[in-house]
């Protein structure tokens, strides 16, 4: 079993959609949660981090489940920029010496017009 | 804006020959990661460096795959010999500490292809 698991899609959904990702993790003791986007032969960037209580940036909304080892990615109002890969990530166990990310396949994205 | 720098962004070369990749962190980061991106897959990490040091490299194929961060600054991902296999986007990153929270910030990334 992968330690972080996302599907893959490609989510084909039109502008203006909403559209939500949800990542698995298979580490309890993960301590930290990120979203990162990466647009095609680029580089991964960070969208944002996860925080327990759930946090909102603008049209992104995150949100963590610890007893389930579930996260979610939800954004609204889809934006044809939108489209990329979603990498789920997240931190490894906190007892071993460094600050190893973990990341998950990625679900695709595309808005069309 | 800061940004990690690494050459050559592309390298073709044939199997069984060695090839060399950089890396130039963001100034005052001190931690440094190389991560590996099989095309349809997310990043895995091969080699952590703090400062000048290897934090965890047990991802890092040691036969063939070697890393050095000599002064704690730029940093020089080595594979020796190729193999097709090792046909991937090679990342490195850089965060400010190796704590869970800081940001890791990745370069444009090598995309190398092993004839």
């Known amino acids: 079993r992968k330690e972080v698991e996302q599907d893959p899609g490609p989510f084909n959904v039109p502008e203006g959609a909403t559209v939500a990702f949800n990542c698995t993790y298979s580490?309890?003791?993960?301590?930290?949660f990120f979203w990162y986007r990466q647009d095609c032969r680029k580089e991964p960037k960070l969208l944002m981090s996860?925080?327990?209580s759930g946090n909102e940036d603008g049209r992104f909304t995150a949100q963590l489940n610890r007893a389930s080892q579930y996260i979610s990615l939800l954004i609204r109002d889809s934006k044809l920029s939108d489209s990329a890969t979603y990498l789920c990530v997240v931190n490894g166990n906190p007892a071993n010496a460094g600050n190893m990310l973990t990341f998950g396949g990625g679900t695709r994205l595309m808005v069309k017009p | 804006e800061a940004e990690v720098a690494q050459s050559p962004r592309y390298k073709i070369t044939e199997k069984s020959q060695a090839v060399a990749f950089w890396c130039d962190p963001i100034?005052?980061?001190?931690?440094l990661y190389w991560y590996r991106q099989i095309l349809g897959q997310g990043p895995e990490l091969l080699v952590q460096f703090q400062d000048e040091s290897v934090v965890d490299d047990s991802q890092l194929p040691k036969d063939r795959f070697s890393a050095e961060r000599l002064k704690g600054v730029d940093s020089t991902l080595k594979i020796q010999p190729a193999e097709l296999g090792d046909s991937a986007m090679y990342l490195c990153?850089?965060?400010?500490?190796?704590?869970?929270?800081?940001?890791?910030?990745f370069g444009p990334g090598t995309r190398l292809l092993v004839l």
């Open positions: 580490n309890s003791a993960s301590q930290s």
């Open positions: 100034s005052g980061h001190a931690t």
């Open positions: 990153a850089s965060s400010r500490t190796p704590t869970g929270q800081e940001t890791q910030y």
């Open positions: 996860v925080y327990s």
